[in-house]
């Protein structure tokens, strides 16, 4: 960065007039303006050279709070900074670069903060669309009192803001899930078919007598009691159907933003509801793919770890929704499905165990962008109800999240739609 980069028009007319000063006092052999030429050129070069201290001892710190928000809310950016220098150093204008998604930049004028006493700025930005932004860099931009020269230099490098998608609280559960507990409805969430809710062990002082298991006790020739202990239950897969090609819409607005905020809000209501959600992909890819959790979330940490990784996750190209085994591995299914062809149906419910419980959420994703009526997609509902399938169709953005589970919830019987209010 030399003097006279930062040189405005003003003060490159400046300079040339001295120049031009210079050599009309030579050729006419006139000291006074030979001294005009001198004070013209010193006064540009002179504001130049305050310009470019202008940040130099300028330090900043950026504080977010929160660092993590949902789509549609808002958090504060603060900024404090201070100088290690009490020179006067005229005006400078700050810019931290903040993405179209969270409202565009930022820019503020602030007067040269004292040795002694930091200056605060804080606004704020309103979380449009689902991703992982940077906010920044911060960028100084210090002027001199005159307009002749400014110069811009970076004080703080860029920090990670991350919009999950949104979590809807929802209510219920579909017939057969129980609550986790061993209550009405859950049998089919059992480890296994034919699984017994019993064990039996060794007779121990002070069991009941009316527990000894008489056929395991001659079996074995030594007494043995039965103890009413609940299986272990499987768990619950959720798949996100997340192909580019079978969604439609931009934005916020999309079909893909609608089921990954479904698929969000159901695994979050299934954990609290005491089952183990484990979401995949399309291709039974697990999300997160890292491996820094265990499939089945738990607990406060791993809700956190599976919204960072929607927040990062993006469209997947491939084509097909399976890659030719059960994404559930046996499990209960609650399939978030967008534009799926008959034959992909086909292959998704061949899939699936003889009575393993099959639930779908199915946008119909010409709604998003079209007035198209969905005909295949209502063809594809008909043909997973025909292989034991609960089934919603979902058709509309405006349809609200919470009431497709509760239609899921309350409809295990006999389908639903849900269709967009005009």
């Known amino acids: 960065m030399t003097v006279f980069s ?57 504080e977010l709070e929160p660092r993590r928000v949902e789509v549609g809310a808002t958090a504060t950016v603060r900024l404090r900074l201070t100088s290690r220098s009490g020179t006067p150093l005229g005006e400078m204008r700050l810019t931290d670069d903040v993405p179209a998604t969270l409202g565009g930049d930022a820019r503020r004028a602030l007067h040269s903060p004292t040795r002694r006493k930091g200056a605060f700025v804080e606004y704020q930005v309103h979380a449009e669309l689902r991703g992982v ?36 609280e929802l209510s219920g559960l579909p017939n057969g899930f129980g609550s986790g507990a061993g209550e009405t409805g859950s049998g089919n969430a059992r480890a296994g078919e034919g699984a017994d809710d019993s064990t039996v062990r060794e007779y121990r002082q002070g069991d009941d007598i009316r527990r000894v298991h008489w056929k395991t006790t001659a079996r074995r020739d030594e007494l043995m009691v039965r103890t009413e202990e609940r299986p272990e239950r499987g768990g619950t897969t959720v798949l996100l159907d997340q ?15 609608w089921a990954i905020s479904a698929s969000a809000s159901i695994c979050s209501h299934l954990r609290r509801n005491g089952l183990r959600p484990r979401l995949v992909g399309a291709g039974g890819a697990p999300v997160p793919e890292d491996g820094r959790t265990h499939p089945h979330l738990s607990g406060e940490a791993g809700e956190n770890l599976l919204l960072e990784a929607l927040a990062a996750l993006q469209p997947s190209a491939r084509r097909e929704l399976t890659d030719g085994a059960d994404p559930a591995e046996g499990q209960n299914l609650v399939a978030v499905l967008g534009r799926t062809t008959l034959t992909g149906a086909n292959e998704l419910a061949s899939l699936r165990p003889a009575g393993a419980r099959s639930l779908a ?11 198209g009526r969905g005909d295949e997609q209502a063809a594809v509902a008909r043909r997973l109800r025909d292989r034991g399938w609960t089934v919603v169709t979902v058709d509309g953005p405006v349809t609200p999240v919470a009431r497709a589970w509760e239609s899921l919830c309350g409809q295990s019987t006999r389908p639903d739609v849900l269709w967009t209010e005009r």
């Open 243 to 257: 192909r580019a090609a079978a969604h439609r819409g931009t934005g916020k607005h999309s079909s893909l933003e």
């Open 361 to 371: 959420l199915l946008l119909n994703t010409e709604r998003w962008n079209t007035d």
């Open 6 to 62: 930062g040189l405005s028009i003003r003060g490159r007319c400046l300079l040339a007039a001295a120049v031009a000063s210079a050599v009309c006092a030579l050729v006419l052999d006139e000291r006074d303006l030979l001294r005009v030429a001198a004070f013209l050129a010193a006064l540009p070069l002179f504001a130049s050279a305050v310009s470019a201290r202008g940040g130099s001892g300028l330090t900043a710190h950026r």
């Open 133 to 168: 932004h940077h906010i920044g860099p911060l960028r100084c931009r210090a002027a001199d009192p005159f307009g002749l020269s400014s110069f811009s230099r970076e004080l703080l490098p860029t920090t990670r803001f991350t919009v999950v998608p949104r979590v809807f």
